[in-house]
């Protein structure tokens, strides 16, 4: 599916979920968990070699951090999401200025669905094609998660 398709379809099918309010401190405490699990994931990236196994963990902490920063940051939106695709469909559809591939977050996606759904382990190869967006990704959208608490805290 292409980013529109996935967002008309995420439309339609109520998977675009419209809340009331911002929990502000859990903003603050996902945004937490995200840095640590980063860091956690850069310590395993310089500690397993290429043929390792925990290549399946690196992906899984990247792409959990990925997701939440990612359901922060829309959550100023007051939005939330029925699943991961519907989330990342928003994202680029709505935030065009971010210049996120959809395409690279479908394969990062579709990556991680195989780790837990299809038993479809993470290989070195694997993570060194997503490497690069991954952290461009994750880097930006801490610094929109931060503006969004600064500006917010500001109105108080």
Same mark, same amino acid.
């Not at 210049?99 to 993470?122: A, C, H, M, Q």
């Given at each position: 599916?292409?980013?529109?398709?996935?967002? /008309?379809?995420?439309? +339609?099918?109520?998977?675009?979920?419209?809340?009331?309010?911002?929990?502000?401190?859990?903003?603050?405490?996902? /945004?937490?968990?995200?840095?640590?699990?980063?860091?956690?994931?850069?310590? *395993?990236?310089?500690?397993?070699?290429?043929?390792?196994?925990?290549?399946?963990?690196?992906?899984?902490?990247?792409?959990?951090?990925?997701?939440?920063? =990612?359901?922060?940051? *829309?959550?100023?939106?007051?939005?939330?999401?029925?699943?991961?695709?519907?989330?990342?469909?928003?994202?680029?559809? $709505?935030? %065009?200025?971010?210049?996120?591939?959809?395409?690279?977050?479908? $394969?990062?996606?579709?990556?991680?669905?195989?780790?837990? &759904? &299809?038993?479809? %382990?993470?290989?070195?190869?694997?993570? @060194?094609?997503?490497?690069?967006?991954? +952290?461009? &990704?994750?880097?930006?959208?801490?610094?929109?998660?931060? $503006? @969004?608490? =600064?500006?917010?805290? $500001?109105?108080?």
């Amino acid at each position: 599916m292409t980013q529109e398709e996935a967002f /008309l379809k995420c439309k +339609k099918e109520g998977k675009i979920i419209a809340v009331s309010g911002i929990d502000i401190e859990k903003v603050k405490t996902t /945004l937490a968990i995200a840095e640590s699990d980063i860091a956690s994931g850069k310590l *395993l990236v310089g500690q397993i070699s290429k043929e390792s196994s925990q290549w399946n963990s690196v992906f899984k902490l990247f792409y959990d951090a990925l997701h939440e920063l =990612a359901d922060s940051f *829309l959550r100023f939106e007051e939005v939330k999401f029925d699943n991961h695709q519907c989330l990342f469909a928003y994202l680029c559809e $709505k935030h %065009p200025e971010l210049v996120f591939s959809w395409d690279i977050l479908e $394969k990062i996606r579709t990556k991680r669905n195989g780790i837990n &759904y &299809y038993g479809s %382990p993470i290989r070195y190869e694997d993570w @060194k094609e997503v490497e690069v967006p991954f +952290k461009l &990704y994750l880097n930006k959208l801490k610094e929109e998660v931060r $503006k @969004k608490i =600064a500006e917010s805290e $500001k109105q108080f």
